[in-house]
């Protein structure tokens, strides 16, 4: 079949919601301590620490629109008084949650980085903060007294110790999370869906009294873990939420024999297959907890979904070492596409997480690189645009085979397009991920409704082969190559190489 887009820039669908290109911190394994901060003073628990300054710099080039802190299940073990005042004198504790995985997960809790240190950190990166309360070992009247720390003014008790602490001024956290996975046995404070909407309510009552300007993100369930879950949580709260928070990693950490299977059996190719199918898969999921929205709410409700933590994620070591390839960056270019089409309901959207922990970067001592999922984020953060385009696609497709949680599907496009237009109408970026493995693919573009000019910025995204890898000292095997061509040379025809993702970036 010959292959066609067809961008159509009068059919304005949506607005794209720049908080789903967002991040997650966590005081887990090597994310914080040993990832974004380095010991000054290695060996000793106690630091110091600093930030390192090339982390900032990476991370500060993807334009971060949401950071969240501080998980995760570690947030249900968190006191943040704990993090607050002068270093030396902050508690070294066992790390409520993660200790129980024993010295892979990390077991010490330095209590270095705290709220003044995520909010400096934020701020630096001009990133919004989204704060998760402390739901399973804390208290209503606790979360509120955080609100009071991050949002009150000198007059209050909690804003005078924070001005004390060296900043006078609020931090104005708008964006706050009640709890994590409390669906999951797993998480500290489970509990079923009515005991959580209960106590929710009760925390979000408290923390309201402090600042009526917040939002607030419930916990949701992805179908996986309960098809009842949002429903309930949903009427039991009364709909008094911002957000529903969702969960997804594909294949799944406890699918691990699964993908072993797929590999063992049908090779690296079979793999290739469905991991670039898999946003195809959370686009069902996530349609799925919009489905309860609209269900319990009615169709015209404001509840948004924060996706706010996601990824691959199949086996443990990728806690450590994630060894991301060029695969896994057409991977998240699909999830991009997919949060762009569920955009009417998907308001945010946080990678699980930045650094080594399944990270888009590493680190080792003191050197650094940056995984091919970074580059990825770097593409649509470069040259991506507010709204969301009428899109048609016509190309080839191909069966994908289960892989764990990511089931077989019969007719995926190789082709997946995502066209956005900037707010005053004059640029056009043509996202394309061409997932076919060995061929490229040529295919006609047309481009309704928008003339473009002179020059077309070229992106790809590539690497030698889907396997392609970074590592450090080398962390340009898999990246973003730019180029400027005539319009001409661009349409009405292109070819998209093999395992890539192109970025067209048009001016009128
Ligand atoms: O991102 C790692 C962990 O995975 C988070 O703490 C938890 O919420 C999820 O299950």
Redesign the pocket.
Known sequence: MGSRIEVDASRIECEINPMIYGH?I?N?ARCIYGGLLENERPGRARGPWKVREDIVDWTSELRPPVLRWP????ADGYFWRDGIGPRDARPLRRNR?WSRYGPFTSVLDHNWFGTDEFMEFSDRLGAEPYVNVNFGTGSAAEAARWVEYMNGDGETVEGERRASNGHPEPWQVRYWGIG??MY?V?ALGHSGPLDYARRYLEFRDAMAEVDPGLRYVAVGADHYFSKTWNREVLSGAEGRMDLLSI?I?LPGMERVLGVAATRGLRGGSAMYQAIVAAPLEFERRLELAAEDIRAVMGDDSDIGIALD?W?LWWKPSQ?LVPHWTLRDALFICGMFHCMHRCAETVRMGNI??LVN??GVMSTAGARSYRSPLYYAFLLYRRHGHPMRLHTRVECDDFESPRLGGIPSMRSVPFLDCSATLSTDGSKLTLFVINRNLSEEVRASVSLDGFTPAGVTGVHCLNGPGEGAANWYGRDKTVMVESSEADVGDVLPEYRFPAHSVTALAFEQ
């Open positions: 997650f966590e887990m998980g995760g299940l570690y949650y994590n996975e999951g797993w969960h990693y933590e990824n806690l699980a997480q922990v399944l």
